[in-house]
């Protein structure tokens, strides 16, 4: 499959290189950015950068790059999951770039990348947070499909998994 590469107003989303590992790192070594997800040491960064962004035969995650100065400001995840035709989406953002609409911005291009280029027949996502993810899922035009109870143990605390979903049918009536 041919790699991504869209431009918004303000972003370039494109295939990550191992060039962008210090700029990743930034974000996934942030334990606040990444108070949702395991943060990552730097050795892991660069792993999984290579393995599941870089050398993956078919990329799981692209960059979102500012147009203004080419800083990576952004991970999104875009990855095939079980039937094809069916991918998982998420998002971090660098925090610095949090509540400037950056996300809404790449992860609404992305969607309509998948669904009028590539046609795929469905999109999904999920959180456990509910104070940020879930509002843009929502946002996005994502509909929950379910909530898997206490699924997640974060922090010593289990909390619930809200699974999101959106069919490309669904998509182009709206």
């Known amino acids: 499959m041919k790699a991504i590469h869209i431009e918004t107003p303000r972003l370039i989303i494109r295939p990550f290189t191992m060039e962008d590992h210090a700029a990743l790192w930034e974000i996934f070594g942030d334990p606040v950015v990444m108070e949702h997800v395991a943060p990552y040491t730097e050795e892991e960064t660069r792993d999984f950068l290579r393995t599941f ?10 960059a979102a790059v500012r147009k203004e100065d080419g800083r990576l400001i952004g991970y999104l995840l875009c990855n095939q999951i079980d039937e094809p035709g069916i991918y998982e989406l998420g998002w971090i953002f660098h925090r610095n770039f949090w509540r400037q609409g950056f996300a809404y911005e790449a992860v609404s291009a992305l969607m309509d990348h998948l669904f009028r280029v590539r046609e795929v027949h469905k999109v999904m996502a999920e959180t456990e947070d509910t104070v940020r993810s879930m509002g843009l899922m929502e946002k996005l035009g994502l509909h929950r499909e379910g909530v898997f109870k206490q699924h997640c143990l974060s922090r010593g605390r289990w909390l619930d998994l809200y699974w999101y979903g959106l069919l490309r049918e669904d998509y182009l009536k709206s």
Do not use: K, M, S
Request: with cysteine.
């Open 53 to 62: 962004c870089v050398e993956r035969e078919t990329p799981g995650a692209c």
